[in-house]
């Protein structure tokens, strides 16, 4: 069963940390691209950040560069986000996605086929 199972969220003041962990079984993910999207109450599912299967390319939305980072370790399986910074627009449920099409991740939520069950993260000011 394929299956990704995010952990690590909860509540946090502004300015400080957060490192959120994807769990992933089911399919040989480290040949796999793999991305973190958020969504806050009434807007749509945003991207944040995106992964290469060996963890050499990532990218990252505007507001998060500088202050989060993508990872992995594939021979755990998992996909981690490091959130440094956070600020009360953080404020969101955010869920690991992966692709099993490419190797590559994507800024496009379309191009993934899996997704987790999201975890919270909230950011007080």
């Known amino acids: 069963q394929v299956q990704l199972v995010e952990s690590g969220g909860g509540l946090v003041q502004a300015g400080g940390s957060l490192r959120l962990s994807c769990a992933a079984s089911?399919?040989?993910?480290?040949?796999?691209?793999m991305g973190w999207f958020c969504q806050a109450a009434g807007k749509e599912r945003e991207f944040v950040a995106a992964?290469?299967?060996?963890?050499?390319?990532?990218e990252y939305a505007d507001p998060v560069k500088g202050r989060f980072t993508i990872s992995r370790d594939n021979d755990k399986n998992l996909l981690y986000l490091q959130m440094s910074s956070l600020e009360p627009e953080d404020t969101a449920v955010y869920y690991c996605?992966?692709?099993?099409?490419?190797?590559?991740?994507?800024?496009?939520?379309?191009?993934?086929?899996?997704w987790g069950q999201g975890t919270q993260v909230t950011v007080s000011s």
């Open positions: 089911g399919r040989r993910w480290s040949s796999y691209g």
């Open positions: 996605a992966g692709r099993t099409d490419s190797n590559y991740g994507s800024t496009d939520r379309a191009k993934y086929n899996y």
């Open positions: 992964i290469n299967w060996i963890g050499s390319r990532t």
